[in-house]
């Protein structure tokens, strides 16, 4: 038996929809046009349906459904008793009416998303090798991330405003253009940030050893990071990543534009837990393959000593991908 509270949670679940009382009615609709809408006493759904198929399904479930008023006919519109309704057929009928108003191209990403790239194996020990080699070659590579480091006692903390501004700094090295305040004007970015840090508090653990409540956290952290206003726009995924990488070194594996939209085709929160997914995966091929050395010795032995296993990933992303554009 289906209840008005299926009926908010599948109507709500479905793309652009809002609920609104109208004449003591609830109502559900895009835009400016309603698709299902409750009676007063909330027993009966009307709910958009095509005219020229309405007849026949009356006439096969009276029981069930029956015709709207004389003057609603004209619209492709029908009800049902909604008691009569169960949770399948209850979820077709809201589906097939919320797709006849809301735009095709909505439809078909929200019932037929495209399905994911398929992901690449990991990296072997000799890939990682030779991509640290090329990473290595670039002029000051390491230079920025020691001077964060230097600066942040190698512990960033974002409660204090110094750590903010070397954070700051460090993301503007790396090309994310973030305004700086001008004398007399509020830290927008800076203020953002403490504010997310009050609400959001990361695992510490290693990427090979993310759990997948830590990894859903660490999607929820990026998703607020990535929308956090800094002036007229907002920080984006790419600074979020990173930032989220010098905040936890050793579990982050951050990404560029590049790096997401070929791996997963999508930046939001969704596409970052898979990244951290497959990241952990790799990591963990990676050390198997190594014998059991330890993540430091690891890291050492692959060129990159000091880094982390995450960060080395990362860099074997940029090198095959971004920089090989």
Not at 264 to 283: K, M, Y
Request: negative net charge; glycine residues 6%; aromatic residues 8%.
């Amino acid at each position: 038996m289906a209840t008005v509270d299926d009926v908010r949670r599948l109507a709500l679940s479905l793309p652009r929809t809002e609920e609104h009382l109208i004449r003591d009615r609830v109502k559900f609709r895009i835009g400016g046009i309603v698709y299902l809408a409750l009676s007063r006493d909330e027993s009966e759904l009307g709910f958009a349906f095509p005219k020229e198929e309405r007849a026949a399904l009356v006439a096969a479930e009276p029981d069930k459904f029956f015709l709207p008023r004389e003057s609603d006919l004209r619209f492709h519109w029908v009800e049902a008793h909604l008691a009569a309704l169960d949770a399948e057929e209850l979820t077709e009928l809201v589906t097939e009416a919320w797709r006849m108003v809301v735009p095709a191209k909505v439809a078909r990403a929200h019932l037929d998303p495209p399905t994911a790239p398929a992901l690449p194996p990991a990296p072997s020990l000799a890939e990682l090798r030779s991509s640290a080699e090329v990473f290595n070659g670039f002029p000051g590579v390491d230079r920025s991330w020691l001077a964060l480091h230097e600066e942040t006692g190698r512990a960033l903390d974002l409660s204090l405003a110094a750590h903010r501004g070397a954070l700051h700094r460090w993301l503007n090295s790396w090309g994310c253009r973030i305004r700086y305040p001008r004398e007399g004007e509020p830290d927008t970015f800076g203020a953002g940030l403490a504010g997310w840090a009050e609400r959001h508090e990361p695992a510490h653990t290693p990427l090979a050893r993310l759990t997948p409540r830590e990894i859903a956290g660490f999607a929820a952290a990026y998703e607020e990071l990535a929308a956090l206003p800094i002036g007229r726009r907002a920080l984006g995924p790419t600074a979020a990543a990173k930032a989220l990488y010098a905040l936890r070194p050793d579990s982050v594996m951050p990404w560029d534009a590049a790096i997401a939209q070929r791996l997963h085709g999508a930046r939001d929160r969704a596409a970052f837990a898979r990244h951290l997914e497959l990241g952990r995966s790799w990591a963990r091929t990676v050390l198997e393959e190594s014998g059991g050395i330890g993540e430091a010795a690891l890291c050492a032995e692959i060129g990159r000593p000091g880094v982390s296993l995450a960060k080395i990933l990362d860099e074997h992303l940029y090198v095959t991908i971004t920089y090989a554009a």
